[in-house]
C-alpha cells in the first residue's frame, strides 16, 4: 500500500500543475512519494488535497502527526492530530506558495468495517504573498477553520473538506479564501 503513495505523489504533482508533465513535475513528484513512503518525517499520516476558490486552484502535501487527547463518546470516538500542510496556490499564471499548521479534531463513527470521520480545525496559515491574481490581502499571516467529511477504510482516508482562510479582521482588507477541495490520506 505504501508504494501507492510512490504513485499518488507523481500524479498530485502533475495535476497541481496547469502545463502538461514535465520531467522535472514527475522529479518532485517521485521524491515527495518517496519521502512519504519512508516516512521521513516520523508522521502518523500523509496524503493530499486539492481544492478550488472560484477561479483559484490550491494542492498541497498534508502530514499529520497523533495527539495524546483522545475521547469516547458512545460509539464515536474523537481524535485529535496536528497537520502541517505544504503547498501552492495558482491563479492564471500567478503562484502563491503557502503553509497551514491546524490542530485538528477528528470525530469517528464505526461503520461495518470502515469509519465515517468529520474533521474540524482550527490553526494559522502563511501566504507567500499577500495578492493572488485579482484578490489582495493584507496581512501574510491568516487564521484557517477546516470542516470536513470522509470516509476512512483501513489505512486509507478519502473526503471532502471546506477550508477558510482569512485575517479575521485584524486588517483590512480582510479578503479571505474560501477552499472546496478533495484529500486522500493515507495512515501509516
Excluded at 505523489?9 to 517521485?30: F, R
Excluded at 461495518?112 to 485579482?134: F, I, N, R
Amino acid at each position: 500500500m505504501r508504494n501507492a503513495l510512490l504513485l499518488l505523489g507523481c500524479i498530485a504533482t502533475a495535476a497541481i500543475a496547469d502545463d502538461p508533465i514535465k520531467p522535472y513535475n514527475l522529479a518532485v513528484g517521485a521524491s515527495v512519494g518517496t519521502l512519504l513512503v519512508v516516512n521521513a518525517a516520523g508522521a502518523d499520516s500523509a496524503g493530499f488535497d486539492y481544492a478550488r476558490d472560484r477561479s483559484h486552484e490550491r494542492g498541497r502535501l498534508l502530514v499529520q502527526w497523533d495527539l495524546p487527547l483522545r475521547r469516547q463518546f458512545g460509539r464515536v470516538s474523537v481524535h485529535s492530530g496536528l497537520e502541517l500542510a505544504l503547498g501552492q496556490a495558482t491563479a492564471k499564471q500567478e503562484e502563491q506558495p503557502m503553509a497551514n499548521l491546524t490542530p485538528l479534531f477528528e470525530w469517528r463513527l464505526p461503520v461495518q468495517s470502515s469509519h465515517l470521520v468529520l474533521e474540524t480545525g482550527l490553526g494559522v496559515a502563511y501566504l507567500s504573498s499577500t495578492s493572488l491574481g485579482e484578490d489582495r490581502y493584507s496581512t501574510h499571516w491568516q487564521f484557517s477553520e477546516i470542516l470536513g467529511v470522509g470516509l476512512r477504510y483501513g489505512d486509507w482516508q478519502l473526503g471532502g473538506r471546506f477550508q477558510h482562510v482569512s485575517n479575521g479582521s485584524v486588517q483590512k482588507p480582510n479578503n479571505g479564501q474560501n477552499w472546496y477541495g478533495m484529500l486522500i490520506r493515507y495512515h501509516y
